[in-house]
């Protein structure tokens, strides 16, 4: 199960080449992540800014954090949702991607073959078909991940409303309450340019059962930031005897074989 995608896997001998043998879908179509480049890119009238409900969490509700060892995941609220997608679709949580503080490349979507430092996922899932995130994982039509690219500039106080968590999550199944905020604070100013594909999780199961939204414009936050993010937290148990930093958590872009991204610009 996911438990054991803990140590995480993205390197070496277990690492994300050795997936399909025990997840076959991680061998399978519409994988994710992948890179965006002008030979696969079609421009669509039809892709509208999403309306976000329910975003706007009062500082009285409090969002559950917790470090499961591969990454540090935010427990967000069912009332949130998004519009404008073939189907309603849930809030469930957001979690993030990097890679470590000698490098610069964290996200898992390339732009022109160029990585980000770091990228956000807020999943959502289908609860206009599935009564629950479970029941939805594994259908063709089952997630929409909303994904926002990171890049070094000025502090942003809104993502420092999960990052100043972070000493709290440090080790393994370490939880914290985070009080509410305006979740769209963590997305880009635009919201009207992105990138729509069909692809999959990033990580085993990798069930190819996400509609992905991936903003066009990065968000920015300072470079104490990313290293805070990239230092902070560890895969393994505070009593481990030998801890393990939680860095490079991020998947390699995938073939995109005959498929097509939609862009809402041109
Ligand atoms: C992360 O990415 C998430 C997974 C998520 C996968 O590994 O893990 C965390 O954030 C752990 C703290 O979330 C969970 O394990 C919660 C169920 O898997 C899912 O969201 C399955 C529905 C893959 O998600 S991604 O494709 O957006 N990267
Ligand atoms: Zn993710």
């Not at 669509?44 to 706007?56: C, H, M």
Request: hydrophobic fraction near 35%.
């Amino acid at each position: 199960g996911l438990t054991n995608v803990s140590l995480l896997i993205h390197t070496g001998p277990d690492g994300e080449k050795a997936w399909p043998k025990k997840y076959p879908f991680c061998g399978g179509v519409f994988q994710s992540p992948i890179d965006f480049h002008k030979a696969i890119l079609q421009y669509d009238s039809n892709l509208l800014p999403l309306e976000f409900i329910g975003y706007d969490v009062p500082s009285t509700d409090q969002f559950t954090l917790i470090n499961n060892g591969h990454s540090v995941k935010m427990y967000l609220s069912p009332a949130m949702s998004i519009r404008n997608l073939p189907f309603e679709y849930t809030a469930s949580q957001l979690h993030l991607h990097w890679g470590n503080q000698n490098k610069s490349e964290g996200s898992e979507h390339t732009v022109g073959g160029k990585h980000f430092a770091a990228e956000l996922h807020i999943v959502h899932y289908n609860s206009e078909k599935y009564p629950d995130i479970t029941a939805a994982m594994d259908k063709a039509d089952g997630l929409a991940v909303l994904a926002v690219l990171l890049e070094i500039g000025p502090f942003s106080p809104s993502y420092e409303k999960i990052f100043r968590h972070f000493r709290n999550v440090k080790y393994k199944d370490q939880k914290v309450l985070v009080p509410g905020f305006n979740v769209q604070e963590l997305l880009p100013d635009r919201l009207d340019e992105y990138y729509r594909y069909e692809g999959s999780l990033t990580t085993p199961p990798c069930y190819p059962s996400v509609l992905w939204t991936v903003f066009r414009h990065p968000v920015k936050i300072s470079q104490e930031q990313l290293l805070a993010l990239e230092t902070a937290m560890y895969c393994t148990e505070r009593d481990d005897p030998e801890p393990l930093e939680m860095v490079d958590n991020f998947r390699n872009v995938q073939d995109f074989h005959e498929r097509l991204v939609f862009i809402s610009f041109r």
